[in-house]
């Protein structure tokens, strides 16, 4: 971990910046990510002054590090290395903040993303740029110089005390273990480059899980019910309330499910559209239920990644909190991480919402 001033021979920053006016930003690397190489922290060291950039290469330095963010007061911090990074970050520091943390009660940063990750769902989200050129250095000294467009409040899922953008039990959990599995057994050597990020996806799809549902079933027995706390909302192809609401309580619905998702974000990674409706309504997490074939989805992948498919098997719902339980065990995966295998989860929104650099340009 470098708290201190980064320091190298070769990783001077231009002394022709002026910065005193500026507004201090924290840059924030995982030096564990494929796309976090030298070039890219030597290009960052020339607009980033030395003691405003960081690198992590384990969870003790992540937690460091937001000590050192929190105690210095930046107002805005950006994080390069994927989702998993960003909401680590993101969780040590509103655990820091928070009635039993070190630093209760102090006022959370803004969080800025640089696109630095493999499937990169929360930076689509805010239209980050890419690294091509000089995208993610523009992005940076934009917000060091005040010239950011808006910024969007963003809710997040409560997992396993843990805060996250999304999480599910079925098929897009058997995808990430199989994933992993095709990363941690095929993806040495020779075949790192090809078995990992969309390579390793397509891998991992077409060589473990398409093979298992050919001769395992993907639907399984399964409950869904509203939390205590709140009404729910049942959801049409358009986004909007279909019905009454339902009451704290209810079942939302009960029967074979090959899926149990929810978000507090459109977009999984690479661009998938999964919760088109999951920024309609303040404090609440879209819950989608999937009763489609594998058949489907392949026959309609171009609308269903775009978030334009609305089949009879979709239902989606408008939730503040709901457990989910499955009569076995399902794969299971949390902000796009393998989790291994779940029947039951509670998903809940979090008490606090963040605030994301949004290159969108909407102020929400």
Same mark, same amino acid.
């Given at each position: 971990?470098?708290? #201190? ?37 030597? /290009? ?6 030395? #003691?405003?950039?960081?690198? =992590?290469? =384990? ?20 994080? %390069? ?35 630095? %990750? ?10 980050? =740029?890419?690294?091509? %050129? ?143 409706? =999951? ?20 026959? @309609? ?5 775009? %978030? ?35 029947? #039951?989860? @509670?998903? /809940? ?10 290159? @969108?340009?909407?102020? @929400?």
């Amino acid at each position: 971990m470098l708290v #201190q001033p980064l320091r190298s021979p070769d990783l001077r920053r231009a002394p022709s910046a002026d910065v005193s006016v500026e507004p201090k930003v924290a840059v924030l690397l995982n030096a564990n990510a494929r796309k976090v190489d030298a070039r890219v922290v030597k /290009s960052l060291s020339h607009v980033v002054p030395e #003691q405003d950039l960081f690198l =992590s290469r =384990s969870e003790l330095d992540g937690r460091r590090i937001a000590q050192t963010v929190l105690e210095r007061g930046y107002p805005m911090v950006f994080t %390069g290395g994927g989702d998993g990074t960003f909401m680590g970050f993101v969780n040590e520091v509103l655990q820091q903040v928070g009635p039993r943390g070190r630093f209760a009660g102090q006022p959370v940063p803004r969080f800025g993303i640089l696109k630095l %990750g493999t499937g990169n769902g929360i930076a689509n989200h805010v239209n980050a =740029s890419g690294t091509r %050129g000089d995208g993610i250095l523009n992005d940076v000294l934009r917000a060091r110089t005040g010239e950011v467009p808006g910024f969007r409040p963003m809710d997040l899922l409560m997992v396993d005390g843990q805060r996250a953008p999304f999480a599910g039990l079925g098929v897009d959990g058997k995808v990430l273990n199989d994933y992993i599995w095709v990363k941690e057994n095929l993806g040495k050597g020779l075949f790192k480059s090809v078995l990992t990020g969309s390579g390793g996806y397509f891998s991992a799809v077409a060589c473990k899980t398409v093979p298992h549902y050919l001769t395992n079933s993907t639907w399984v027995e399964c409950e869904v019910v509203n939390g205590p706390s709140s009404e729910a909302y049942r959801l049409g192809p358009d986004g909007q309330p279909q019905g009454a609401p339902l009451a704290p309580g209810d079942v939302l619905f009960r029967g074979k499910l090959m899926m149990a998702a929810a978000g507090t974000m459109p977009f999984y990674g690479y661009g998938l559209r999964m919760f088109p409706f =999951s920024c309609g309504r303040r404090g609440f997490m879209q819950l989608r239920l999937g009763q489609v074939t594998p058949t489907q989805v392949l026959a @309609n992948l171009p609308r269903m990644w775009a %978030g334009r498919w609305f089949p009879e098997g979709l239902h989606d719902f408008h939730v503040r909190e709901a457990t989910i339980r499955f009569a076995r065990p399902m794969p299971f995966q949390v902000g796009g991480d393998a989790a291994g295998y779940r029947d #039951q989860v @509670n998903l /809940s929104v979090a008490p606090e919402s963040i605030e994301l650099v949004d290159f @969108n340009g909407a102020l @929400n």
